[in-house]
């Protein structure tokens, strides 16, 4: 796989993809020994929604979202307020005609405080600190550029790629039901408004053309057509509505629900464990990069770091990838095999301050299992389908 990025070798690469891709599929049967076990999924206990004025839909979608964090980001799990987190947890509802709601919750008293508590990572990259805010270098592209396009009417409309969506605001989605599609909260809201583009929110489902053969006899691909779906609500997590000044990735994910149910395949979603109990330690996810502008690109790579709310990475992402359904092999004790599960949303680029050295990351959100029965809910519209399988 090495030498097909140095050597550019379209053909070599699709066909080790493929090879990789089979490889994964027979992975043995037997469930890893060091399988911790699966989380206790709470219950959420849902109030009637309120009104709220309407959305200005004023802020401007921002597409390559950089956070900058320190050693506090790993902690967050140490000392919980009960209220505090059920106040993240409230949630927006945007409707199509831009009136908006406002649903809090509380945890079922039967429930205690669950939180991922994750042992404080080790910063295994260093990497040079930037000159200034201002003349960031980009640096989602680690070393060789690993990333694959995703070509031809098999490889596009086959699972797992044919789970990515477009997003009219310029980001990538993914599908987690026949009418639900999961993003990034900051494809559509900044932190303070929804963008414009949220006004009209549409997803875009990749059309492939057929192989045209052309005179001399030689074949040409031509990019994929898109039919768009206009949606009908969208959610948003209180956690990320908190103004611009206090914008985290731990919320950075959003659902949006479409006017019409569609016919493909959709990824089923589960808690996110610990790198330990993912095959291979390895992430996956597909989306649309803006420098590669109508082709979807596929990525994989291992976990490097994790805290409690997020999962750290080099997988090579470029903007417009934000909102990829972030996915692994996670094992199934009902199926007794590993099975492709959405784990997190790709939200961005981080960089962190350790001991006064900064280190630079791609940034996925961890579904927690808090967070696993809030995007549930959404979906289903209530808890009894809302457990761990």
């Given at each position: 796989m090495?030498w097909?990025?140095?050597l ?5 690469c699709l066909?080790?993809l493929?090879?990789?891709l ?5 992975l043995?049967?037997r ?8 989380p206790h999924?709470?219950s959420l206990?849902?109030?009637?929604p ?5 959305s200005r ?5 921002q597409l ?6 320190n050693?506090s980001?790993?902690h967050k799990g ?5 209220e505090h987190l059920t106040?993240?947890?409230?949630f927006e509802t945007?409707?199509a005609?831009?009136s908006r709601t406002?649903t809090?919750v509380d945890?079922?008293?039967?429930d205690?405080i669950?939180?991922d508590i ?5 910063i295994r990259?260093?990497h040079?600190?930037?000159?200034s805010?201002?003349?960031?270098m980009?640096?989602?592209?680690y070393?060789?550029?690993g990333?694959?396009?995703?070509r031809g ?15 009219s605001?310029?980001?990538t ?5 026949q009418?639900?599609v999961?993003?990034?909260a900051h494809?559509v ?10 006004r009209k929110?549409r997803v875009?489902?990749l059309i492939p053309p ?9 074949t040409?691909?031509?990019k994929?057509?898109v039919?768009?779906v206009r ?7 209180k956690?990320?509505?908190?103004g611009?000044q206090d ?6 994910y959003?659902l949006?629900e479409l ?6 395949p959709?990824?089923r ?14 992430i996956?996810?597909?989306g649309f990069?803006s420098d590669?502008?109508g ?11 994790e805290?409690?709310?997020l999962i750290?990475?080099?997988c090579?992402?470029?903007?417009g990838?934000?909102g990829s359904?972030v ?12 099975e492709r599960k ?8 981080q960089?962190l301050e350790i001991?006064?050295e900064n280190?630079?990351y791609?940034?996925a959100?961890?579904?927690t299992?808090l ?6 809910y ?5 808890r009894a ?5």
């Amino acid at each position: 796989m090495v030498w097909c990025r140095v050597l550019g070798l379209a053909h070599c690469c699709l066909t080790g993809l493929l090879l990789l891709l089979l490889l994964s599929s027979s992975l043995s049967v037997r469930a890893p020994r060091h399988l911790s076990e699966h989380p206790h999924v709470p219950s959420l206990v849902h109030h009637t929604p309120l009104p709220l004025s309407r959305s200005r839909f004023s802020a401007k979608a921002q597409l390559d979202l950089t956070t900058h964090c320190n050693a506090s980001c790993y902690h967050k799990g140490e000392d919980i307020d009960k209220e505090h987190l059920t106040e993240q947890l409230a949630f927006e509802t945007l409707y199509a005609d831009g009136s908006r709601t406002l649903t809090t919750v509380d945890l079922d008293d039967d429930d205690d405080i669950v939180y991922d508590i994750i042992p404080t990572p080790s910063i295994r990259k260093k990497h040079k600190a930037p000159p200034s805010p201002h003349k960031r270098m980009r640096r989602q592209i680690y070393g060789p550029d690993g990333r694959f396009n995703i070509r031809g009417d098999h490889f596009l409309l086959d699972y797992p790629f044919s789970t990515a969506v477009r997003i009219s605001t310029g980001c990538t989605g993914v599908l987690v039901s026949q009418q639900h599609v999961l993003t990034a909260a900051h494809c559509v809201h900044d932190g303070k408004d929804y963008v414009k583009g949220a006004r009209k929110l549409r997803v875009g489902f990749l059309i492939p053309p057929s192989t045209n053969s052309t005179k001399q006899g030689q074949t040409s691909l031509k990019k994929p057509l898109v039919r768009w779906v206009r949606v009908k609500r969208t959610r948003v997590p209180k956690g990320w509505i908190q103004g611009q000044q206090d914008v985290s990735m731990d919320y950075d994910y959003a659902l949006l629900e479409l006017r019409w149910a569609h016919r493909r395949p959709f990824m089923r979603l589960s808690v996110a464990p610990t790198s330990d109990d993912l095959a291979g330690k390895r992430i996956h996810f597909s989306g649309f990069d803006s420098d590669r502008p109508g082709e979807l690109v596929y990525r994989f790579c291992p976990v490097e770091d994790e805290s409690n709310d997020l999962i750290y990475q080099h997988c090579d992402a470029r903007p417009g990838a934000s909102g990829s359904g972030v996915y692994g092999r996670v094992w199934d004790n009902t199926l007794e095999r590993w099975e492709r599960k959405v784990i997190g949303i790709f939200s961005g680029h981080q960089w962190l301050e350790i001991n006064g050295e900064n280190h630079d990351y791609n940034v996925a959100v961890r579904f927690t299992p808090l967070k696993f029965a809030q995007i549930c809910y959404w979906v289903h519209g209530n808890r009894a389908d809302c457990s761990q399988d």
